[in-house]
C-alpha cells in the first residue's frame, strides 16, 4: 500500500492513523506541496482535484482521505484495531457521525486551523473576525458532542471507530491554539480529546512528523 | 419507514429518491421550517443540528441525508434498484465519488442553488460576484466529471449508483438557471444528466412537489 499525501496534511495524516491502528506496512510517497506537487503529474493521474492524499493497493487508486479509511477499515476488517462495526445499525449510527464530523465539525476546525496554527506558521495575519465566528460555531458543535458524549462514549457508539479518528488531526492543532478553551469547557468532550489523542496509532504520527 | 423532511429541502429530495429507487413505503412528516420546526422539538431530539432530513426506520433513528441513504442501500439491498456495490473494491471507487459529490461539488452547487434558485423566489438579490466565483469553481468540477465520464457510464462506475443520486436535487435546480449553460458545454456530462433526470424514482420526488 502507498500514500501519497505530506506530513503536515491534515486529511494524509488522518489515513496515516487509520494504517497504524489496523497495524499495516504503507510506504508513504511524500508529495511536495511547496512546489506544487499536488496539481501536477504524476499525482493529478491519481487525484484529478489535485488535493493530498492518494492511495494505492494493489492496482486499486483512491482518493478522498474519509473513502480511503473506510476502504481500509472494510478490507482489513480482521487486522488491528476494528474502526466499524459490522452490525448493519450501529454502522448507520458510526456513518451518520461521520458525515457529523465531515459537514458540521471539519468546516469550522479546518478554518480555525488555518487562522490559528498555519498562518502564523506561514508569517501570515489572523483574521480575527473569522476567527470569532467559526469559534462560536464551534462552541455550537461541541455543545451537542458533550450531551452526545454523555450518552455514549465515543461519538459513533461504545467504541473508538473511524469517527474518532477522522477528528484527530484538526483536535491536534487545535489544541495548540486559544481555542483549546473550548474544548477545556466541555467536559466529556475533555476527556474524549485526551483518550483519543493518547491512542498508539496517533503518537506514530505525530512521530512521523517529529522525525522528519 | 418515516422521513422528517421538507419537500423543497435538497437533502430531504435526496432520501426520497433514495426510497423511489429501492421501492419502499415511507411515511413524510412535513416539517414547517418557516416557523422554525427544523430547530425545535419534537425534531431537534432526531437531529440536534437542527437540519431536516431526519430519518426513522423502526427504532434506528439516523440523520445527515447520505449516511440515512447508504443505511437504506445497505439494508434493502434486495428491494428495488441496486444503488452500491457488494464488491469491496467497487464499492471503495463509489465512496471515493461520495466524498466528491459531498466535499468537491455540493458547496459550490449549493451556494450556487441559493443565489440563482433561492434567493429569487423568496424576493432576495442574487450577489453576481458569489455567483461568478461558484460557476467558476463548477466549472472545474465539471471538467473533472467530464474526464470521468468519458470513460465510466456513471461516476462511481458502470453502474448507477448512490453517487449519481446524491446530484440529483442540486442539478434539477441548477438546469433552471443560467449556469444550465456549464453542463451543456459538457457534453458528456449533459448526457449524463439527462440520463438521471429522467429516472422514474426522481420523477415520483419532483410529483410530490407539484401534488403539494
Sequence with gaps: M???GALLSTASQRVFACLYEKE??????PIDMRTGGHKKEPFISLNP??????????DLKLFESRAINLYIAHAYAEKGNQLIYSDGKKMAIVSTWMEVEA????PVASSLCWE?????????????TVVDEKAA???????????R???????????FTLVDLHHLPNIQLLM????????????????WCADILARPAWLKVLAMQANN
Design 116 to 128: 490559528l496554527a498555519i498562518k502564523p506558521m506561514l508569517g501570515m495575519t489572523t483574521d480575527a
Design 2 to 4: 502507498k500514500v501519497h
Design 49 to 58: 482535484f489535485g488535493q493530498v492524499p492518494a492511495f494505492e493497493d494493489g
Design 149 to 159: 458524549l454523555a450518552q455514549s462514549k465515543y461519538l459513533g457508539g461504545d467504541d
Design 137 to 147: 460555531k464551534l462552541g455550537q458543535v461541541l455543545d451537542v458532542y458533550e450531551a
Design 103 to 106: 459537514h458540521q465539525f471539519d
Design 24 to 29: 499495516l506496512d504503507f510506504e508513504f510517497v
Design 176 to 191: 495548540g491554539t486559544q481555542v483549546k478553551k473550548l474544548f477545556d469547557s466541555h467536559p466529556h468532550v475533555n476527556a
